[in-house]
């Protein structure tokens, strides 16, 4: 993604943008982490935190930037308002950093864990 300015261009990375992105997601309650785009076996791996802007797809199709989540929720949340809560959350931090509009986030589950928090003692 770039800008012609007067003093000059600005461009701005994809991996720049999905750092971002990948920073919105974490912030979000039920998210456990980001997960590689493609499954390799039966169980998602949470990528460790050096590596989450792996769960992030950038593309630039037509001057539109649209955004592909790849992620791991608590087990146990309501999927579909955690999704949702993403998508805004995303689409507001990264339009607010770059001044331009995101044209889709796209949120993909790609597993569910219980959490390790034992509460019962």
């Given at each position: 993604?770039?800008?012609?300015?007067?003093?000059?261009?600005?461009?701005?990375?994809?991996?720049?943008?999905?750092?971002?992105?990948?920073?919105?997601?974490?912030?979000?309650?039920?998210?456990?982490?980001?997960?590689?785009?493609?499954?390799?076996?039966?169980?998602?791996?949470?990528?460790?935190?050096?590596?989450?802007?792996?769960?992030?797809?950038?593309?630039?199709?037509?001057?539109?930037?649209?955004?592909?989540?790849y992620v791991?929720?608590?087990?146990?949340?309501?999927?579909?308002?955690?999704?949702?809560?993403?998508?805004?959350?995303?689409?507001f931090r990264?339009?607010?950093?770059?001044?331009?509009?995101?044209?889709?986030?796209?949120?993909?589950?790609?597993?569910?864990?219980?959490?390790?928090?034992?509460?019962?003692?």
């Amino acid at each position: 993604m770039a800008e012609e300015r007067r003093l000059g261009r600005i461009e701005v990375s994809p991996v720049a943008i999905a750092g971002l992105a990948a920073a919105a997601v974490l912030e979000c309650y039920g998210v456990v982490g980001m997960a590689h785009r493609t499954l390799s076996g039966a169980l998602a791996e949470v990528l460790h935190r050096d590596d989450y802007r792996r769960g992030v797809q950038v593309r630039v199709v037509n001057q539109r930037i649209i955004i592909d989540l790849y992620v791991v929720l608590e087990y146990g949340v309501r999927i579909s308002e955690v999704a949702h809560n993403i998508m805004e959350n995303v689409k507001f931090r990264v339009e607010k950093a770059l001044g331009v509009p995101i044209d889709e986030v796209n949120v993909h589950v790609q597993g569910l864990r219980v959490s390790t928090n034992s509460s019962e003692e």
